[in-house]
């Protein structure tokens, strides 16, 4: 049962990647809602307590995975906010 517990930490650790890649790159923000991301990270913060309490590796490591995540994101979000995204013509 445990690996279960580790595929799915595995799965949800990757859906974060794609997102920080682009952002970093573009460093643009701009069509992004960063509420999602305040709200996630606050739940990987309540979470992670409970992982610990819980004694579960895989829960303990997807919270602090998720709650870098999220706090990696809107750092990039703050830093990135005011950058303006000029619009392609269209060829």
């Known amino acids: 049962m445990e690996i ?3 595929l799915a930490t595995l799965a949800f650790a990757g859906c974060y990647w794609p997102q920080l890649v ?3 790159r573009r460093k643009l923000v ?3 809602s960063v509420w999602p991301w305040i709200i996630q ?3 990987y913060a309540v979470g992670l307590p409970y992982g610990i309490y819980l004694n579960q590796v895989p ?3 997807g919270y602090a995975h998720g709650l870098i995540c999220s706090l990696l994101f809107l ?3 703050w830093r990135y906010k005011d ?3 000029t619009k392609r013509r269209a060829r």
């Open 4 to 6: 279960l517990g580790w």
């Open 22 to 24: 682009k952002t970093w």
């Open 30 to 32: 701009g069509d992004i």
């Open 41 to 43: 990270a606050f739940g």
């Open 59 to 61: 829960l303990m490591v």
């Open 75 to 77: 750092g990039m979000y």
């Open 83 to 85: 950058n303006v995204q």
